[in-house]
């Protein structure tokens, strides 16, 4: 019987079904336990793109490229035929990004935009442009860059969203002061009591870390009142003091000189010499080593160390001119001149038995030879730093009047009057591109060295510029 015309479609189909050939593939050996698809490869095998193979050789050429490899452990077929020193098996890239995808944290953990985008600006590092705004604050400026390096220090350990509360809000308040020129409005105090909260709440579990050290520290240079803050960095560094593990045990000394930065003429003598005996005896007095732990460069911890000795020093002098007899403070006093003392010397010798690695520029050799700076020292911290020794001198004594007669005071004062000359007649420039001249610690080192010079009329010519602001 013929086949009806409404069948002739399907069993045409029929046949060209029948008519194809299918080849089995190459099974490949191995233990491969991911199947066919071979999803676990490693990065050759990944990398390897199929060919179009003639059809007389695929018998004998593998056309699906799989990573063949007996375990995890063993390099695959085609690391081995090629020599490859690794063979390191990943998941795709779906898969990869599916796994290593962050469990979400607790809703008081969750960041939101505008949080988002004030630690992103720490932790870049980018220098603050606001205008500055508020005066009183200014002494942050100066500070910002120990806190960019500790910035990244924190990502490490607490992540970036900041896993630790009270550090958080703390960040997030220096943060918006920062970018606000120096103000402080509704987001910052916000913040600020954010972070007191769960401070308290540590408090009352006994439960400090780390991340509760430097958000005292932080709360404390923004807040108008600095004392208020001292107690609780205090205690919470006493209590962290016997464990010798924790991760950032270098940047204690930069959490000590971050309060030292602040107007240390806001600061009652009696709270300054807390603070000062205190942190000295869990972390010991402030060095260049110190510094150079929690900077980690040289020349900046060299400049950092002579910044805040001439802080400590000027402190020093306004209390023990104003001292009625307190026992506490002219101990103190003694104790930090004489930890300043010690620690001056160590630069000395550290600056004449070593030179700096990097190439001098032009400029800095024609300072060289002019007399203004050193290798080491710029012209401003070669002149802060024989501030500080003729200031050393002059505390190291029985009383002000003793130290300004001796000979050892009389020598340093004609280096340091000498040091102002030449930077007037030179005209370098400071910081901020200002002359070096007349900056406040030119006055500063001219008004001391004229109690001792003996030179009175070169100081008494000179020094009539000063006397006339």
Not at 282 to 304: A, D, E, K
Not at 361 to 381: D, K, M, N, Y
């Amino acid at each position: 019987m013929p086949t009806p015309f409404f069948h002739l479609p399907i069993a045409l189909h029929a046949v060209h079904l029948c008519s194809r050939t299918r080849k089995n593939q190459h099974v490949e050996v191995g233990n491969n336990r991911f199947g066919k698809a071979g999803t676990l490869r490693c990065e050759a095998c990944r990398r390897r793109r199929r060919k179009v193979i003639p059809l007389h050789l695929q018998a004998m050429w593998k056309l699906t490229m799989k990573c063949v490899y007996r375990s995890l452990s063993d390099a695959c077929e085609f690391c081995v035929s090629q020599n490859k020193a690794s063979c390191d098996k990943k998941w795709g890239p779906g898969k990869e990004s599916s796994m290593s995808r962050p469990v979400p944290g607790p809703p008081e953990q969750v960041l939101d935009s505008d949080q988002v985008l004030l630690l992103q600006w720490v932790y870049n590092g980018e220098q603050h442009t606001t205008r500055w705004r508020r005066e009183e604050t200014r002494f942050l400026l100066d500070a910002q860059w120990e806190i960019f390096g500790l910035a990244k220090e924190i990502i490490r350990l607490y992540t970036k969203s900041v896993t630790s509360l009270p550090l958080r809000y703390a960040l997030l308040a220096y943060c918006g002061v920062m970018t606000s020129g120096g103000l402080s409005g509704n987001r910052e105090l916000q913040n600020i009591s954010h972070a007191i909260v769960s401070l308290r709440e540590k408090l009352a579990r006994s439960s400090f870390d780390e991340g509760d050290l430097f958000a005292s520290v932080l709360l404390g240079i923004i807040s108008p009142g600095l004392e208020a803050h001292l107690n609780g960095f205090i205690g919470i560094m006493t209590h962290l003091r016997d464990n010798k593990t924790y991760s950032l045990r270098r940047f204690w000394p930069m959490a000590r000189d971050l309060l030292f930065s602040f107007p240390l003429e806001n600061i009652s003598a009696v709270c300054f010499c807390h603070l000062y005996d205190r942190s000295r005896a869990v972390i010991g007095p402030p060095n260049l080593q110190q510094r150079f732990g929690y900077i980690g460069q040289i020349s900046l911890g060299l400049t950092l160390d002579l910044h805040y000795h001439d802080r400590l020093l000027s402190k020093a002098f306004q209390m023990l001119l104003q001292n009625n007899g307190d026992e506490m403070i002219s101990r103190t006093i003694q104790t930090l001149v004489d930890d300043i003392h010690v620690d001056m010397d160590a630069v000395e010798v550290w600056m004449t038995s070593s030179s700096p690695k990097e190439e001098l520029s032009e400029a800095r050799r024609q300072e060289i030879e002019t007399g203004i700076s050193t290798e080491w020292l710029s012209p401003a911290s070669f002149l802060k730093y024989s501030f500080c020794k003729l200031t050393v001198t002059i505390l190291g004594a029985h009383s002000i009047i003793d130290g300004v007669q001796n000979d050892v005071a009389r020598v340093a004062s004609e280096t340091l009057l000498h040091l102002v000359v030449l930077a007037k007649t030179s005209g370098i420039n400071g910081m901020m591109g200002r002359p070096l001249y007349e900056s406040n610690l030119c006055r500063r080192a001219y008004a001391l060295a004229v109690l001792t010079c003996p030179t009175q009329s070169l100081a008494l010519d000179f020094g009539t510029t000063f006397l006339s602001r």
